[in-house]
């Protein structure tokens, strides 16, 4: 797997003591890691299993065993740092660039099996959990990166992004990153996550059907024509180079909200060429140091989200990331109250008009 032309990125895989699969991402020659996992782990938890709501056909997933993980350690505990110090935590190295690792709590592991059916439609939690570890420094966070070490990423997505999309089952991979309390974040370590799902996610099943409605309607791609057009207006574009465009959505569900396109359509990670992902990085770092820029609060909670094409819909469906806050102001949050969470009907507290004029004015 190629890094940047002039550094390739070196892959290690190893093993926890409790099984779970480890790998090293290195930026150019390989580094030993031979480190050990020492630590007397209990055996991995039970399964968890999937139930298919009858009213909606979303997929709900059922993981009991999670009220367990680790919820909000301090600094001098946290499992995702190195080991060092006599501290054994999750990476056994005593440094490291990223690291990918099988979550120790899983929504989801294990091979597929059978599905009930009628009403009571339910199967095992298939599929797989992995956490992203983007950097060693525990006070850190994505904006911080280098360009070079923000590709590194890019290259542990897309080759996890393959590696689970080829796992017997899995339907579809989603990478994403939750930053902030305020978003829920149990660990404070720069990190993300990877999903391997065992069904298409309940957005990407709605986008499935606009985008074949639009094809019906038109002949024409929904996605390619959603880029062009927001690339042709201008008002909610944020900023744009050769291979990507960032724009707010014309109808932003959160406070702001930026989708980043690449101008190709690709159905994944895995399809992007060379120039595409070299240039990635200064976009995706730029903004991030916007959002950090919105408030004058110092790091904006967000939620960064890879929407990828399912295992069966890489035709029409395109590669995109959406980034959102929560935040709507230096001091309120936008919280998903009695229309949102009960109807899933959005309210938005800011035009995405004027999002996308606060973004550009941040630059700075």
């Not at 002039?6 to 926890?16: D, G, H, I, M, V």
């Not at 938890?45 to 367990?68: E, F, I, K, L, Y």
């Not at 399809?271 to 991030?288: G, Q, V």
Request: hydrophobic content about 40%.
């Amino acid at each position: 797997m190629a890094g940047t032309a002039t550094e390739p990125t070196a892959r290690t895989a190893t093993t926890l003591a409790d099984g779970r699969e480890l790998i090293y991402y290195d930026s150019g020659a390989a580094v030993p890691r031979n480190a050990v996992d020492r630590r007397p782990l209990d055996p991995r938890p039970p399964a968890s299993h999937v139930r298919r709501d009858p009213a909606t056909g979303d997929w709900v997933t059922v993981a009991a065993h999670r009220q367990a993980r680790t919820y909000q350690p301090p600094a001098e505990e946290c499992p995702l740092c190195p080991s060092q110090d006599g501290r054994l935590s999750e990476i056994p190295a005593a440094d490291y660039q990223v690291a990918v690792f099988e979550n120790r709590f899983p929504s989801l592991a294990g091979p597929p099996g059978e599905l009930t059916g009628g009403l009571r439609t339910a199967g095992p939690g298939a599929g797989r959990c992995e956490v992203v570890c983007f950097t060693a420094d525990h006070d850190a966070s994505f904006a911080d990166l280098s360009e070079a070490r923000a590709r590194l990423v890019l290259d542990a997505w897309t080759d996890r992004t393959a590696a689970l999309s080829a796992l017997p089952g899995v339907e579809q991979v989603y990478c994403f990153e939750n930053r902030g309390a305020e978003i829920g974040v149990t660990l404070a370590h720069p990190h993300g996550q990877i999903y391997a799902f065992p069904f298409t996610a309940p957005r990407t099943a709605r986008m499935v059907a606009r985008a074949a409605a639009h094809r019906t309607a038109t002949g024409r791609n929904l996605f390619d024509d959603l880029l062009a057009a927001e690339r042709a207006d201008g008002e909610r574009v944020v900023l744009a180079g050769e291979h990507w465009t960032a724009f707010v959505p014309f109808a932003a569900r959160w406070p702001y909200e930026v989708h980043l396109y690449p101008h190709r359509r690709v159905p994944d990670l895995t399809a992007l060429d060379e120039a595409e992902r070299a240039e990635f990085p200064r976009l995706y770092l730029d903004l991030l140091r916007r959002f950090d820029r919105l408030f004058g609060t110092g790091r904006t909670p967000y939620i960064s989200a890879w929407h990828q094409a399912p295992r069966d819909q890489r035709d029409e469906l395109a590669l995109h990331l959406e980034l959102f806050t929560i935040r709507r102001t230096a001091d309120k949050l936008k919280y998903l109250a009695g229309v949102e969470s009960g109807m899933d009907a959005f309210v938005n507290d800011v035009s995405p008009e004027h999002a996308a004029q606060r973004l550009r004015e941040v630059a700075r």
